[in-house]
């Protein structure tokens, strides 16, 4: 990378000013020679200042270029690493980096206490010979949440983002584990277990490959073409099912999406979308992901109003849980402008983790204490983070950042 040698124009103009009253001053005395000398010296010197000036504006305008770029690119997912150290060169800033970075790592532990509970009871009932217990498991339910891991798996292994992708191969690997208890107590049926073996196979070794460089390109794009029609059927019929038997029960909506997806898909590998067209296709499994995950706290909180008493069997430690797990998240997602990363994690841990913790309190299954202990924790988490990204980004606002990260601007 070429350095920039900044001199500064006040200095410089007064030492060109300086230097040439002296030359005035030694004009009278020296011969025509020596002064026509002076001259051209005076003049070099001049020149060299001038294209001094003009390459420190060329570095100028190219690095805030360069700035613009990163921040717009990192809305898109194709992008490895949208922010970097060449950013900024402050100490401050790349501390921020590694801690977010730390953070989401760290998001692996609530998501693994999770998913564990849940495992252990399904083996312990195993063991006792009780398989009629793994009956009330909604594998079909997970197999959502088992593709939208997927999805986001292969989002965060385009970006490069390690942490991300560790907890999205967890999430996969103890989804999987269930899977198999579920086949074991024959609560799943063994074909669908099948298949969800190769997907889950399939899955985690084409984006490892393709995290490593080592997958053809033809591929990883079929790969995406599957998870993006998939994504994008199982959405609208998900939504759909939320509300039966308030609506018919219906599997048009997905049949309708699945055959839009189909024909979005074949049509960009044809190329007879425009640009804007084939890139919005590239985008949909990811935000079916997103979106995907975001649904499932409206389906709680549906649940929660038709069937008050229900409320009662929900853990407010797994919701804690929740809620921590993917605040860890945020601060990353913000760092590097992920708007769709920052969409889900924000919605997750405020209406998910945090919703259904203030629909405990509100029927009387939390004490007070918990319900005021997990509502400063998140406003102080989200305001250190909104704070601190505003700070080492050289902002007086943390609304700058918001903006930033919505538009890219």
């Not at 006792?128 to 594998?139: E, F, I, Q, S, T």
């Not at 797990?325 to 209406?351: E, Q, V």
Request: glycine fraction near 8%; charge should be positive.
């Amino acid at each position: 990378m070429a350095k920039c040698l900044v001199v500064p124009y006040s200095c410089s103009s007064t030492g060109t000013r300086s230097r040439t009253r002296s030359s005035g001053s030694a004009s009278t005395s020296k011969p025509p020679g020596l002064q026509v000398q002076l001259q051209h010296h005076h003049l070099k010197y001049s020149l060299i200042q001038q294209k001094s000036l003009s390459v420190s504006a060329q570095c100028y305008y190219k690095t805030h270029t360069l700035l613009r770029r990163r921040i717009l690119c990192a809305l898109d997912s194709d992008v490895p690493h949208p922010l970097h150290h060449q950013v900024q060169s402050n100490k401050s800033f790349e501390q921020w980096d590694s801690w977010t970075a730390k953070f989401s790592g760290a998001s692996n532990i609530p998501f693994l206490l999770l998913q564990m509970p849940q495992i252990i009871l399904n083996a312990q009932n195993l063991l006792a010979g009780n398989k009629a217990a793994l009956l009330a498991v909604p594998w079909l339910g997970m197999f959502t949440g088992l593709l939208g891991n997927l999805s986001l798996l292969s989002y965060f292994a385009k970006k490069r983002e390690k942490e991300a992708i560790v907890v999205q191969t967890l999430g996969v690997i103890s989804l999987y584990a269930v899977f198999a208890q579920l086949s074991m107590a024959e609560a799943m049926p063994l074909p669908y277990f099948v298949i969800t073996s190769v997907v889950v196979a399939t899955g985690l070794v084409l984006n490892f490959l393709n995290y490593f460089g080592l997958l053809n390109a033809g591929i990883w794009r079929f790969w995406e073409d599957f998870i993006t029609v998939g994504g994008l059927s199982v959405l609208p019929q998900i939504m759909w099912s939320t509300f039966v038997p308030y609506i018919p029960n219906s599997i048009l909506p997905g049949v309708f999406a699945f055959l839009v997806a189909l024909v979005a898909v074949i049509m960009a590998r044809l190329g007879k979308l425009s640009a804007k067209g084939i890139k919005f296709v590239g985008a949909i499994s990811g935000w079916t992901a997103t979106l995907l995950f975001m649904w499932m706290p409206i389906s709680q909180m549906w649940t929660n109003f038709l069937n008050p008493d229900n409320i009662k069997g929900l853990s407010a430690f797994s919701m804690l849980l929740a809620m921590i797990g993917n605040g860890l998240m945020i601060p990353r997602a913000l760092f590097i402008r992920d708007f769709m990363w920052f969409t889900g994690s924000t919605w997750a841990s405020l209406f998910y983790g945090y919703g259904n913790i203030v629909c405990l309190y509100w029927f009387n299954s939390i004490s007070k204490e918990f319900f005021l202990a997990a509502t400063a924790g998140l406003i102080l988490w989200i305001g250190m983070a909104l704070w601190r990204d505003a700070d080492v980004y050289g902002y007086n606002s943390p609304f700058t950042s918001l903006k930033e990260l919505v538009s890219g601007s």
